[in-house]
C-alpha cells in the first residue's frame, strides 16, 4: 500500500505511466466520449495529429495530447524550424517559444526565447497549471523549467551549427569572418539560407467529448536578433481557443499575427456564424490588406512580402486552412485517417 502510494507521489498517475517524461503536468485520462475527435496541425505534424488522436481516442485531455502530438516534432533533429535541432537566432543559440491554451477551464500559458529545453510546449502547460501566470521568458523560463525537473540538453545539432556558420561567414564579405574556400557544401547551404527558413508546428484537437486544446511551438525565424519573440507564444497571435467556438493557430512570418492578433480573430470569426474556411480567409485578408500599409512589409505589386498560414477546427468538428500565397500544408485527422492537404492561398503569386 505505502509503496505503491509512494509511486504515485513520486510518478504521477495513468498519465506518466502511459506519457514517460512528457507527463509532467499532463492529466489522468477519462472515459474517451462518443464524438469523433479531429486534430489539425502544421504541415510538418502528420505524426502529430495521429498521435494526439490516438491519444484522445484513450480518453486523454485534449491540450496533452496536442503537446503529445507536437513532441514528437520538437525531439526530431531533422525538423530546423522547432525544438531540438531548430534553426538559431544570429548568435548561433536555439531560443524557442511556445504556447498552450486548454478548452474547458480557458486556462493558457507561455514561454518565450527558453533556451536547453527540448519541451517548451510542456513547460508552456505548467506555467498555465503550476503558475498564476501566462508568460515567462528567458532566464525565467529555463528556471522555471529546471524547477520543474525538466532535462538541460544543447538544442544545436551539428547540422544546424553548419549552416549557421555558414551564413554568418557569407552574410556580408566586408566582415572578418571568412569561409573556407573549398566548402563543398556551400551551393546547398546558399539554397537553404537564400529561402529564409521559417517554421513550426500548430496543433488543434477536438476530442471525443467535444473540448479543444491547442498547442504551437517553434524556434522562430532562422537568424533572429537575439531576444526576439515571434506570434507563437502569445495568445491570441500564434494560437487561440474557446471551448464553445474552435480552436486555431499559424505558421508564418509570425510579427503578421502580432500585429493582427491574427488566431483570435479566426475564432471570433468562427464565433460570429462563418464556417473555418471563411473564418480563415477574412483573417487572411485583414493581414494582407493591413500589412502592406507598412513600405517594409509590401512588395512592388502591393502585396505582402511574407507567407502566413492558419489551421482551425470548430466546436462541431469542421476544419479548415488557408494561406496568403501557395504552399502553405496542413496535416489534418478526420478520427477516421491522416493526411497532409495544400491549403488554399488568399492569392496564385
Ligand atoms: N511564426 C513563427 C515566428 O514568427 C515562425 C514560423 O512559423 O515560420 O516565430
Not at 119 to 143: F, Q, S, W, Y
Not at 212 to 236: E, F
Not at 302 to 316: E, I, L, Q, R
Request: proline share 6%.
Amino acid at each position: 500500500m505505502r509503496k505503491s502510494m509512494n509511486r504515485r507521489f513520486f510518478m504521477g498517475g495513468t498519465a506518466a505511466a502511459s506519457l514517460g517524461t512528457l507527463a509532467i503536468g499532463a492529466t489522468d485520462p477519462r472515459p474517451a466520449g462518443d464524438r469523433r475527435p479531429v486534430a489539425v496541425s502544421s504541415g510538418n505534424g502528420l505524426r502529430a495529429v495521429e498521435k494526439a488522436v490516438e491519444l484522445v481516442k484513450k480518453g486523454f485531455d485534449p491540450l496533452d495530447a496536442a503537446i503529445e502530438g507536437v513532441a514528437i516534432v520538437e525531439a526530431d533533429p531533422k525538423d530546423d524550424s522547432v525544438g531540438y535541432g531548430g534553426l538559431p537566432n544570429e548568435d548561433g543559440v536555439v531560443e524557442l517559444d511556445a504556447a498552450v491554451m486548454h478548452g474547458p477551464t480557458h486556462g493558457g500559458g507561455s514561454v518565450a526565447s527558453i533556451r536547453n529545453i527540448m519541451h517548451p510546449a510542456a513547460v508552456a502547460r505548467l506555467v498555465m497549471k503550476r503558475t498564476r501566470h501566462c508568460l515567462i521568458v528567458g532566464e525565467g523560463a529555463l528556471r522555471f523549467a529546471r524547477a520543474h525537473g525538466f532535462p538541460e540538453v544543447d538544442l544545436l545539432t551539428e547540422e544546424s551549427r553548419k549552416v549557421w556558420l555558414h551564413w554568418k561567414e557569407t552574410r556580408d564579405p566586408n566582415d572578418d569572418w571568412v569561409p573556407p574556400p573549398d566548402d563543398e557544401v556551400a551551393a546547398y547551404l546558399d539554397g537553404y539560407i537564400k529561402r529564409r527558413v521559417t517554421g513550426t508546428i500548430h496543433c488543434s484537437v477536438l476530442d471525443t467529448h467535444g473540448d479543444l486544446g491547442c498547442t504551437t511551438t517553434t524556434s522562430g525565424l532562422s537568424w533572429k536578433i537575439p531576444g526576439r519573440v515571434g506570434d507563437s507564444p502569445i495568445l491570441g497571435a500564434g494560437l487561440y481557443l474557446d471551448n464553445t467556438v474552435g480552436s486555431a493557430g499559424s505558421t508564418g512570418i509570425g510579427e503578421a499575427n502580432l500585429l493582427n492578433l491574427s488566431s483570435y480573430l479566426v475564432v471570433e470569426n468562427m464565433r460570429r456564424g462563418l464556417a473555418p474556411k471563411d473564418a480563415v480567409m477574412e483573417a487572411l485578408k485583414r493581414i494582407a490588406e493591413t500589412s502592406v500599409r507598412d513600405p517594409k512589409r509590401r512588395r512592388p505589386d502591393g502585396k505582402t512580402t511574407f507567407n502566413v498560414s492558419f489551421y482551425a477546427v470548430s466546436k462541431d468538428g469542421k476544419f479548415a486552412g488557408g494561406c496568403i500565397y501557395p504552399g502553405g500544408k496542413m496535416a489534418v485527422h478526420d478520427g477516421d485517417s491522416a493526411r497532409v492537404v495544400q491549403l488554399d492561398p488568399l492569392y496564385d503569386k
